[in-house]
């Protein structure tokens, strides 16, 4: 078991507050927004975006006021790459703590509320806590998974974010279930589950759905606010399974029925368990809702048609490559798999609901949703350049393609500066071209970097191919996307291969990485 290292987290040790780092991958948070947070303040607002989320904080800060911290559960930490301790259980608490400690870092949402409860607290009673120190992150993510799946103490993480990270262990291992059991724990039949409930939920990302959603809808379904529960109970029904042709035979889900038709039932589906938009129901499509009126949310929804000769056909969460695309980037997080067998299961204790996650590879290619995928980082000290970057990571780049590109222009911009003056090399800079520093271009910049500076070849070629008007992915086409008037080239496909091709060199100049 990959926690079982010496009872690690029977050991408690004294650690300061201020120097606990809260972890930007807790599954509570959002996959592409919530991970790339870096402020205290973000991670409060994401915190309290539900009022009942909201109510529950304000209740643990009142009885820190009240009681003083008590540090009954656990708070576990490990040491990152960079040594320091970052929190993988108790971030609400650290950062009820924090807060605190720093009323002014509050979100102005909750501001007010934390300075009175700030005033009635003497800061240094709570300026260190007892923390258990694991020794890697993998041994973290077994101890996580055991007390939000079995605990009734603690918060439970909701369904698909669980089964998100479930999922990513899938990917990081390489498919390895195996592997996954001996760090998490769960059951093969449990993995397997949560691995199928992603899939599902993965369906409402294809075009053919989005198609049919208005502009909040898309943004449910991209977020983590789709209920997975509800989904979980509609298909579990056999009455939907047989009147929409569903089948599921082991990890695959398989379909009867002609895709298009379904997929359009589908995403009606959705927008009734959304309710954003007036229907004909006269109730709310929820867990209470399932399955006892489905004959009633039938009467609304479009048949679903079959064709003359009934074959089977596997679904795929993928896109064609001419649509929006989706891959192992998406951030389509939001509930959780729990340690329970589901109710509808065979007598193997495998649910009859089987969906297979197929994740295109999304790494280096150019057809992603997001130019920068959440699980890449950088490593500067400008926080305008880290507030770029974390952006970035959010912009659905073939939604906003022109301001991708114009973005990509000003985040290299910003790269190559950081880089010169973090290594003192403004003057020499100036000197080279004859004129102050901040009046030089960036090609200048480009240029002295290449001759004198930048000593690794990958990304002294990407400088090369920059400088080169007649490339595809030269500084021209860079230019061209704030002052030019030409259109061709702003494609997101484009432009993610264009983020794809500096790489390289934004290793060099900001430490860029893929974890």
Same mark, same amino acid.
């Given at each position: 078991? /990959? ?28 996959? /592409? ?12 607002? &994401? ?7 909201? %109510? ?32 993988? &259980? ?38 260190? +806590?007892?923390?258990?120190? $694991?020794?890697?992150?993998?041994? =973290? ?45 769960? %059951? ?5 589950? /949560? ?14 759905? %989005? ?24 298909? $579990?029904? &056999? ?19 002609? @895709? ?24 709310? +499509? ?17 048949? +679903? ?33 729990? *340690? ?32 920068? =995928?959440?699980?890449? =980082? ?15 990571? *959010? ?30 090399? @403004?003057?020499?800079?100036? =000197? ?13 910049? #480009? ?63 900001? &430490? #860029?990485?893929?974890?």
């Amino acid at each position: 078991m /990959a926690g079982n290292t010496n009872k690690w987290w029977e050991k408690r040790t004294p650690r300061s507050v201020d120097y606990l780092k809260l972890w930007q991958e807790n599954p509570r948070f959002d996959t /592409a927004e919530s991970q790339s947070r870096i402020k205290l303040a973000d991670f409060a607002e &994401e915190i309290c975006s539900e009022p009942s989320d909201k %109510t529950g904080f304000f209740e643990l800060i009142k009885s820190i006021v009240k009681l003083g911290f008590m540090d009954f559960e656990p708070i576990v930490v490990w040491k990152d790459e960079n040594n320091r301790y970052v929190v993988a &259980e108790g971030n609400r608490r650290i950062l009820a703590l924090k807060l605190l400690r720093s009323p002014d870092k509050a979100p102005k949402s909750i501001r007010k509320f934390i300075l009175q409860q700030s005033h009635l607290i003497v800061r240094k009673e709570i300026e260190k +806590v007892q923390v258990c120190v $694991a020794p890697n992150l993998e041994a =973290t993510r077994w101890y996580v998974l055991q007390r939000h799946s079995t605990s009734s103490i603690q918060k439970p993480w909701q369904r698909l974010q669980q089964q998100r990270f479930i999922v990513g262990l899938y990917d990081e291992y390489n498919q390895n279930i195996e592997k996954i059991i001996s760090i998490t724990g769960f %059951t093969r039949s449990e993995i397997i589950l /949560a691995l199928r409930y992603v899939q599902l939920r993965d369906l409402a990302t294809r075009k053919q759905v %989005t198609d049919l959603m208005s502009i909040e809808e898309k943004e449910l379904i991209y977020s983590n606010r789709i209920s997975m529960t509800i989904l979980e109970r509609w298909f $579990a029904s &056999e009455s939907v399974r047989e009147r929409w042709g569903v089948q599921f035979d082991g990890m695959k889900v398989k379909i009867t029925s002609n @895709e298009e038709s379904f997929l359009h039932a589908y995403g009606k589906f959705l927008k009734l368990m959304f309710n954003v938009e007036p229907n004909d129901l006269s109730f709310v +499509v929820n867990t209470r809702s399932i399955p006892e009126k489905n004959e009633e949310i039938f009467k609304v929804l479009p048949e +679903v048609t079959f064709p003359k000769t009934q074959e089977e056909t596997v679904l795929n969460t993928s896109i064609p490559p001419e649509q929006p695309p989706q891959g192992k980037d998406n951030d389509v997080t939001g509930q959780y798999l729990s *340690k329970e067998v589901p109710e509808h299961s065979d007598n193997n204790g495998d649910s009859k609901l089987s969906l297979v996650v197929n994740y295109p590879p999304v790494k280096h290619k150019n057809d992603r949703r997001r130019m920068v =995928t959440p699980q890449t =980082t950088i490593n500067v000290h400008s926080a305008k350049l880290n507030s770029l970057f974390n952006e970035l990571k *959010k912009v659905p780049v073939h939604l906003y393609t022109l301001s991708a590109s114009i973005t990509l222009r000003v985040f290299l911009d910003l790269s190559v500066d950081d880089f010169i003056r973090r290594n003192g090399l @403004e003057k020499s800079v100036a =000197t080279q071209y004859k004129k102050d520093y901040n009046h030089t271009i960036l090609q200048q910049r #480009l240029k002295f970097l290449c001759d004198n500076h930048v000593g690794e070849t990958q990304a002294n070629k990407v400088i090369s191919k920059l400088l080169q008007p007649k490339n595809e992915h030269s500084l021209d086409t860079l230019n061209s996307y704030m002052h030019g008037h030409e259109t061709h080239k702003i494609d997101y496909r484009f432009v993610n291969g264009f983020w794809d091709m500096l790489a390289p060199l934004l290793k060099v100049l900001i &430490e #860029l990485k893929e974890r």
